[in-house]
């Protein structure tokens, strides 16, 4: 693992200070280990490579700082879509208002109940796919999290699960500062679809670890709560075997602070690595800073990946993106695609990307862009020669521009319900 | 009725004199055509009676049935019943044809006072008119001239043309990279709109999409003006003799 050294005293006093939860012994030892890479790594600051563009110290400090409720009459995402719904409150999971923890093909458990145990199948998934995605490029906040996590939910998919499973965030405080852990295990032929909505906490700090076995096959959707205030530190590590496949998408609409980092791990021929966001922001009236932070890792044959950022950026909001594709020696007929665009609204917001490729095998195809740019002044002048009035014609422009990304979400009901959420933004911060 | 007067226009950024004191005037019901060498100024008159940016008018007038076109936006001249064939349509990813097309004529409507269409009814008069013009169902639900043909483009401005009614229609070298069947198919498309009332102005490079679209009045333009007028055997003039002759006789 890799080590970076000479870290600054403040964060040093907050590792310190850490103290794992007792459980039972797979636990235990997950935690433990992952304390000791945590203070072998320390948390990150400003000087390290991946937090130039972001800066850690909300996210790294010892007491969130407090984040005001947002107060909506609009209906929850996904509330239209029948789901076996799982709710947690203020980062901590509550039974009694979620739905039974029953569907065929899939089981259902808290985290806190696995780590009690003394064996349990999670104990090769726990801190383990999280463990692997810290090299080449340590990832202490979720080091962090695997040590500290008590909440979460340990998910294990044997079949086709009849309806999507959601996680849904409610916010009640002030000040929680939450950390939430899940791990999925899709087995071989296994298919779940997993929904997260929901701001979470004044401060999230969230790991998902998704193991998918042969021909399994993990969609993903979540949305990141508009509370303006909230800030979120959320990792997925994923492990894909031989011909499976994992696709993920994420709405960001506001949030002082949102760090999306996504460690893809393709180990199988012939699999399939879709991640891909749209992210909205305004920051007239409070700050907004987002940042997808990807590693596609192939170690196989015949692979693809398809990495697809938008953000639509306006009055000093920030948009970060760094994205690398390594392919390792071997990895034949892999099939990279990365595209990341920020569309700005004003001159005074700004786009940030990074992308990467490493290539060690010589038969592949990686593909990489990354544009900024103002609403394209044709279109905009085409849509109002038909009519259609200025601000009116600018909206259906933003749409076209995160269109692309939306279409990387495989069902249309997911995808018209994200669709309707980019709308309202829209029709709340139009000039 | 369409008057242009003494139209003087710059670029906006260099100081380059594009239309130098052009004059025409298109009455109801009548095509007038408008043929010249290239960079006479003829793409650029429609951008400036349409309201594109980067142009600057210095001098002159332009009205359509007496209201100004030229203090306008874009979207209010398009309500006064101004409408431009694109020679080039734009491609707008993400946004369905129908969607768009639905959000145009609706946002005109609202501009003038009118009820808006609803869905349905929408529906009923789009796909009667698509028919017309060969456009399929597939073809109205992809995004805005995404992955269209020359032709599906051309043809998807008639449509655009057809849902929107207006009163003045300025066709920018509609023939160009048509075949000749798609030719004829948008020459309908066109002759199908003629009432006795609503006007064209057909600005092309050949007399062949005349022979479709019969005009009124051909009009040569050249270096920003209108050098000759005459009947339709002026673009068969044109098409034998070229331009040099038309310009000597200015000269």
New interface residues.
Partial sequence: MAVSKAKSAAPDARLAAIISPVGGKWASEARKSALTRLHDMGLPTRRDEYWKFTRPDELTKADATPATLLETDEKPVFCDIDRLRLVFVDGVFDPDISDQMAMEHVEIEPLANAAEKDIHWARDIYGVLENGGQSPVNRPLAALNTATATQGMVIRVTGKAPRPICLHYVRTSETADAVVHHIVKVEAGGDVTLLENGPAAARINKVLEVDIADGGAFHHVRTQGRDHERRAAAHIFARLGTESSFKSFSLTVNGALTRNECVIEILGDNAHATIAGAAVGDGKTHPFHQDDTVFITHDAVNCESRQVFKKVLRNGATGVFQGKILVKPGAQKTDGYQISQGLMLDDDSQFLAKPELEIYADDVACSHGSTVGAIDADALFYLMSRGIPRAQATDLLVLSFLAAALEEIENEEIRKDIFGRLEAWIERHRN | MLKIENLQVKLEEEDKQILKGLSLTVPSGEVHAIMGPNGSGKSTMSYVL????GYEVTGGSATLDGVDLLAM???E???AGL??A?QY??E????GNMT??R???N??RK?RGEDEMSAAEFLKVIRAKAKSLKIDAEMLKR?VNVGFSGGEKKRNEIL?MAM?EPKMCVLDETDSGLDVDAMKLVAEGVNALRDGKRSFLVITHYQRLLDHIKPDVVHIMADGRIIKSGGPELALEVENNGYADLLAEVA
């Fill in positions: 349409s309201g594109k940016g936006e874009p979207e001249r398009a309500a409408f431009l694109f349509p734009v707008i990813p993400g946004v768009f097309l959000t145009a004529v946002s005109q501009s995004p655009q929107l």
